[in-house]
């Protein structure tokens, strides 16, 4: 039985095909407030405006950033928040990234930067933070969390980076240094992890890259590759990067109906197992 790969189905992935990251320039505006568990994200406001450094403090000075702006105008959504019961929150704004920090009542003076992924092209950036289970078990045991927006979307590790070592600066200004500082980084977030160990090696005392896209722009030309290849053997065209409101359903329905599904593929279905095997191994 010829059986295709599931990724056939994450092939919208390819509509990534742009490349950007950002650098700083000398200040940055920085907005922040501590709000209590009863506090509402619609009411909370951002307060103690002030002006810091680009470059954070202690090891993570005077590094250079990863990469420059694609000169996106961005807005950006407020990242007032409910902090777990018997934690404080505090949000902000660092140039045009907003991030999130929710410290435990006791803290154990350790804490973890959580990087998201790809976020989509969207103008309007946002703080994506550590998924709940995460989340909960790291105010659980001690952990303050820490999470930027980045200021801008697309696939941007090297802003990423910038932004979450930015970010580190602001916590440190705060809060005091940690005594040990973890990055942790999801997809995309996990090539922030990489480039932050490659670049910054004394910021950070740990890292984890979950699913880590690490492949960089290889990821990009992966997915590209695995849409011309679905298109030339199924016949369906598939207008990337065309703005076109029928990719997903022509990917979620057209597509699959022409290869089949991985257990019963038809004729072109089994065409394209074969060529993805040959081509990749």
Avoid at 111 to 119: D, I, L, M
Wanted: charged letters at 15%; proline letters at 6%.
């Amino acid at each position: 039985m010829f059986r295709f790969p599931r990724l056939l189905y994450f092939i919208a992935g390819s509509t990534m095909l742009l490349a950007a990251a950002c650098g700083g320039g000398d200040k940055v505006a920085v907005s922040t407030a501590s709000t209590s568990p009863t506090a509402s994200p619609a009411t909370t406001a951002l307060a103690e405006s002030r002006s810091l450094t680009a470059a954070p403090t202690g090891a993570a000075s005077a590094v250079r950033t990863l990469g420059s702006s694609a000169g996106v105008i961005t807005t950006a959504k407020n990242p007032a928040f409910v902090p777990v019961a018997g934690a404080t929150a505090t949000v902000g704004t660092i140039g045009r990234a907003v991030y999130q920090i929710e410290m435990p009542g006791k803290w154990n003076g350790e804490v973890v930067y959580y990087a998201h992924g790809y976020a989509g092209f969207g103008t309007e950036v946002a703080v994506d933070p550590p998924p709940k289970a995460l989340r909960d078990q790291l105010i659980a045991e001690g952990y303050a969390w820490a999470a930027s927006s980045y200021s801008e979307n697309g696939y941007v590790p090297g802003i990423g980076a910038d932004d979450t070592l930015a970010l580190k600066g602001v916590f440190e200004e705060k809060f005091g240094r940690a005594k040990r500082s973890y990055l942790v980084g999801a997809s995309m977030g996990g090539n922030v992890v990489a480039l932050s160990l490659e670049n910054f090696p004394d910021a950070y005392d740990g890292a984890l890259a979950i699913c880590g896209a690490l492949a960089g722009e290889e990821q990009i030309d992966f997915l590209t590759s695995w849409t011309a290849l679905a298109e030339f053997t199924s016949g369906v065209r598939i207008p990337i990067g065309e703005g076109s409101k029928e990719i997903p359903t022509i990917l979620l329905q057209l597509l699959p109906k022409a290869l089949g599904s991985p257990d019963a593929p038809t004729e072109r279905g089994k065409q394209f197992a074969s060529a993805v095997r040959m081509l990749t191994g």
